[in-house]
């Protein structure tokens, strides 16, 4: 069954560096999410891109963020410079154009920040 | 907007107990409904899915039937096993525009003892 795949499993990397964390949706899908989870919190929704742009994002997807799909494959979400805040599980999602469809998640990206 | 409430955890039973998660919403429209699950060090999975009123999604012997009339979505499971040991997750997609960000509660972890 066709998965969705990300990239590191695990980041470490010093506050005000950049990062970037990949994901590769499954390949028909046409929609792409970025989540974020905080240890012990919810899961909250980050960014949707859909036919090369952003359709949705939220108050936590500012400036310091952005998404890409360089190659029609890939989909990347950069942070430009990390804080301590940052520190978390991120999930890649996918979903087909389908109604009722749902998303499909790869394994998160533990992201730490030191 | 949109939210999902979902009781507190943790939850521990002993194997082969009767599991009950409650999850109630509030949504404009007419969400589908999700149960996700993420075991130890792993990532998120669909368990089971609901798209309209009264549908029932079944999986791996859990169930969850939607119920507009007390917008709830709880999910149950008649004789857990220690496999079932993980963090559960209900959440809702509204399919009012393309992008159909999930909004998620907060989880609910459940430990069952052999």
């Known amino acids: 069954e066709p998965e969705v795949t990300q990239t590191p499993s695990h980041q470490v990397t010093q506050m005000g560096q950049e990062v970037i964390l990949r994901c590769v949706p499954i390949?028909?899908?046409?929609?792409f999410y970025w989540y974020r989870q905080i240890l012990g919190q919810k899961v909250e929704f980050l960014v949707s891109f859909y036919n090369n742009e952003i359709s949705e994002k939220s108050e936590i997807f500012d400036d310091q963020f952005s998404v890409e799909r360089p190659d029609g494959s890939n989909f990347t979400l950069k942070i430009r410079s990390t804080k301590l805040e940052d520190s978390a599980m991120y999930f890649c999602?996918?979903?087909?154009?389908?109604?009722?469809?749902?998303?499909?998640f790869g394994d998160g990206t533990r992201l730490s920040i030191l | 907007g949109d939210s999902v409430t979902q009781m507190e955890g943790p939850v521990t039973l002993s194997e082969e107990a009767f599991l009950t998660i409650n999850c109630t919403y509030t949504?404009?429209?007419?969400?589908?409904l999700f149960w996700y699950v993420q075991y130890p060090g792993e990532g998120l999975q669909l368990l089971l899915k609901?798209?309209?009123a009264d549908d029932k999604g079944s999986n791996k012997g859990f169930e969850a039937t939607y119920r507009k009339e007390t917008t709830s979505f709880h999910l149950e499971k008649g004789s857990v096993q220690v496999s079932d040991s993980a963090v559960y997750f209900c959440?809702?997609?509204?399919?009012?525009?393309?992008?159909?960000?999930?909004?998620w509660g907060l989880g609910t972890s459940l430990a069952v003892n052999p």
């Open positions: 959440a809702l997609m509204n399919n009012a525009g393309n992008n159909r960000k999930l909004i």
């Open positions: 390949s028909n899908h046409l929609y």
């Open positions: 609901a798209t309209k």
């Open positions: 949504a404009t429209g007419y969400p589908s």
């Open positions: 999602a996918s979903r087909s154009g389908q109604p009722n469809q749902p998303q499909h």
